[in-house]
């Protein structure tokens, strides 16, 4: 019988982990000994090691035969405990907003052409918005979204939702990207977006932006209800505390000019 073996794929990914984490233990290492390391060809080696080069994680210095890691991992672990850090702030805000008005709250980032979210407080009521961290919807007919995308250059809105297919999940829901765009001047000068059943019938959806410290919009905070639960005259109540909660998250991020 024969001996199974990995798909070529999950074999290259683990070659290419093996390789970063020699260059980790070593701040410098040639083709040679690393090839007999890690049991691999050398012209296998110095393949992968090529394409690591062109993608930024790997440096050759002066075209020597010796190889040694770029920041560029440290950049994205970086990222990463950003949002570690964004979610346990934002968990303290949200609660605060939960408490007043027992209503659902989430925490959502940008993920390619949609919104994800990475943290949620659920309502008190038993009719409430379902959803679930890590769930994906659209940036044109969501608050996150919007808040997301007001702070981008037009050309990124374009070209960001130029992979896009807008889906009619209401009779209120955006038909296309200048709809949208006309939306997000609005969303840039009041510094809060609204999805007034966009998304889904019968729910109503606010939602302010956190920043980082570079200024950079990297999230939104919204407050979601029921359509018989929300009163118009309580709307400057719920921006009030959204953009206080973004504000907060914002400062303990770094950033020291919210907008609101």
Request: a negative charge.
């Amino acid at each position: 019988m024969d001996k199974p073996t990995q798909p070529e794929s999950v074999s290259s990914v683990l070659k290419v982990f093996s390789i970063l984490q020699a260059l980790g233990e070593q701040k410098e290492i040639g083709v040679s000994e690393l090839s007999q390391r890690l049991m691999m060809s050398k012209a296998t080696t110095y393949r992968f090691l090529q394409t690591m080069k062109t993608l930024g994680y790997v440096v050759q210095e002066n075209e020597a035969d010796k190889y040694s890691l770029t920041l560029k991992l440290f950049e994205l672990g970086s990222k990463s405990l950003e949002y570690v850090d964004l979610v346990s702030l934002a968990d303290k805000e949200m609660r605060l907003i939960s408490e007043q008005t027992n209503e659902a709250l989430h925490l959502g980032a940008l993920d390619q052409d949609a919104i994800i979210y990475i943290h949620k407080i659920d309502s008190n009521y038993s009719l409430r918005m379902q959803s679930k961290i890590g769930r994906r919807n659209p940036l044109y007919s969501t608050a996150i979204g919007k808040v997301l995308l007001a702070s981008r250059e037009e050309e990124f809105v374009r070209e960001t939702l130029s992979r896009v297919e807008f889906i009619k999940h209401t009779d209120k829901t955006v038909e296309n990207t200048e709809q949208l765009l006309s939306e997000l001047k609005q969303v840039k000068t009041q510094h809060y977006a609204e999805d007034n059943q966009e998304q889904e019938p019968g729910l109503r959806c606010i939602a302010a932006p956190i920043y980082d410290r570079f200024g950079n919009v990297i999230a939104g905070v919204s407050i979601s209800l029921p359509t018989i639960r929300f009163d118009e005259s309580r709307l400057s109540y719920y921006v009030d505390l959204l953009q206080q909660a973004g504000k907060n998250i914002s400062a303990q991020l770094g950033y020291a000019d919210y907008p609101a």
